[in-house]
């Protein structure tokens, strides 16, 4: 959670030097050649069922595909703060989604969660007094929260996943998913683009990126879950937004005022409302 925060925090100065989907489909390409070694089926874990590759086939639309376009095409239009607090969000959309589609029960405390989200969206989205600023940061906001909720949607199916693949394998298969969507729309950008332009440093900063969006972020959390019980992983989103703003402040040198620390503090109550009941559960 801290590697997501981080390169979500990150990823605002590379889509300024690449365009989206060439960003998205490098960012594959590089995570589908530094995980191929991982494709090979261990001896003790059974064959892929018709279930499992619809299971990796979602995991990979929602979770790489959909979350990186919503992701990238929001910080471009507003702040890695603004999107770090949006994206605190995750585990209460975790609970609206199982509330919604696998009718299970949801904890009074945990719609408190939802409405701490919502409020501190809401602060980010009338913060601003310039109209056509604050448009375009809305549809950034928005399209944040759109990849929180394939973030979410990216979680719930890991945790099936986890059951019946290694933490390695489903690495590198929802990666080439990944890439194989992505193709069309990054060989359509590609296609022109001077890539001469692009400076070593921004090099750097997509191999960075690229590792820690496609290889280790997943192997830690699909490792994470097969030995930890999901409720109990569920608090460790809060590293997130901690790290999405201290990188969106410390290195990109975005404000940081009143109006986004009471956003942040609502983020931060959300998150502990929806995970810490059910990690004491879990202990008990």
């Avoid at 059974?46 to 979350?67: I, Y």
């Avoid at 999405?244 to 998150?271: N, P, R, S």
Wanted: some cysteine; glycine content about 10%.
């Amino acid at each position: 959670m801290t590697l997501v925060g981080s390169y979500v925090a990150l990823s605002r100065p590379l889509v300024a030097a690449l365009p989206v989907f060439l960003l998205a489909w490098l960012r594959f390409a590089i995570g589908a050649v530094a995980t191929l070694h991982w494709l090979r089926r261990p001896p003790r874990e059974a064959p892929l069922t018709p279930g499992t590759h619809r299971l990796l086939f979602l995991e990979s639309l929602l979770g790489n595909f959909l979350f990186s376009i919503c992701m990238l095409f929001g910080v471009s239009m507003t702040s890695a703060v603004s999107a770090g607090v949006i994206m605190a969000a995750i585990p209460a959309v975790v609970a609206v989604l199982s509330w919604s589609f696998l009718r299970e029960r949801v904890a009074p405390r945990v719609w408190g969660a939802v409405a701490c989200a919502a409020a501190g969206m809401a602060l980010l989205a009338t913060g601003r007094a310039d109209r056509a600023a604050s448009g375009s940061i809305l549809l950034g906001n928005l399209l944040v929260f759109g990849a929180v909720v394939c973030e979410a949607a990216y979680a719930t199916i890991g945790k099936r996943l986890a059951g019946v693949l290694g933490p390695r394998r489903i690495t590198a298969l929802v990666n080439l998913w990944g890439l194989v969507l992505m193709t069309p729309l990054g060989l359509w950008q590609a296609w022109g683009f001077d890539f001469a332009d692009v400076s070593a440093g921004t090099w750097l900063l997509l191999l960075f990126y690229a590792w820690a969006a496609s290889v280790w972020s997943v192997w830690l959390w699909m490792t994470g879950l097969r030995h930890l019980p999901a409720s109990l992983a569920g608090v460790f989103t809060v590293m997130l937004p901690v790290s999405a703003t201290v990188v969106g402040v410390l290195v990109l040198g975005e404000h940081f005022g009143g109006l986004q620390a009471l956003a942040f503090a609502l983020a931060l109550a959300g998150v502990l409302l929806a995970t810490l009941p059910a990690s004491a559960r879990a202990a008990e």
